[in-house]
T-cell receptor
């Protein structure tokens, strides 16, 4: 079974803090993704990566950065957390071109509250 | 640009009722279509998919048919159970090396005993 794990299920941070959300997958997937999920807005793509040290902006990258130093790990960084970044953050991974396009495997999510 | 539109929820049904969740898409090419499900407190998981027109995806009693003429991929189940209570997301992807998904906003289903 593919497993995607996220470092925390719940996180509470203060405005202005630097926040790290970690995601690890164990299936040797090339692609990894960070989404945020908000009521009424569905899932929105923040950043994705299709290879180690590679990253691409998604639909809402402002206020976020990412790091992918190893194939299995993809980190989302909030440089200076703000209250409008309170949300559910979901990580996902998938095979690259050789695999099954569009089939993504999701972690359980991190519910981040910024106060 | 490409987009996915789902019926707004929440949808509330009694156990054993018939379920339809409507999904239509706008696409410039020929995408694959997906339904993902999110159970309470969990991440999303793939429910079913279809890769070309007239394909039918099915899993766990759920079905959806890729209709190119109506640009639709409606999710159906003949008899829902309480355990089907979840949020359902329709999505499309063109595949390629990155396989990015474009999601609808999700439809929450509650099934009452």
């Amino acid at each position: 079974d593919v497993k995607v794990t996220q470092s925390s299920r719940y996180l509470v941070k203060r405005t202005g803090e630097k926040v790290f959300l970690e995601c690890v997958q164990d299936m040797d997937h090339e692609n990894m993704f960070w989404y945020r999920q908000d009521p009424g807005l569905g899932l929105r793509l923040i950043y994705f990566s299709y290879d180690v040290k590679m990253k691409e902006k998604g639909d809402i990258p402002e206020g976020y950065s990412v790091s992918r130093e190893k194939k299995e790990r993809f980190s989302l960084i909030l440089e200076s957390a703000s209250t409008n970044q309170t949300s559910m953050y979901l990580c996902a991974s998938s095979f690259g071109a050789s695999g099954r396009p569009g089939e993504q495997y999701f972690g359980p999510g991190t519910r981040l509250t910024v106060t | 640009g490409d987009s996915v539109t789902q019926m707004e929820g929440p949808v509330t049904l009694s156990e054993e009722a018939f379920l339809t969740i409507n999904c239509t898409y706008t696409a410039t090419g020929y995408p694959s279509l997906f339904w993902y499900v999110q159970y309470p407190g969990e991440g999303l998981q793939l429910l079913l998919k279809a890769t070309k027109a007239d394909d039918k995806g099915s899993n766990k009693g759920f079905e959806a048919t890729y209709r190119k003429e109506t640009t639709s991929f409606h999710l159906e189940k003949g008899s829902v159970q309480v355990s089907d209570s979840a949020v359902y997301f329709c999505a499309l992807s063109y595949g390629g090396s990155q396989g990015n998904l474009i999601f609808g906003k999700g439809t929450k289903l509650s099934v009452k005993p």
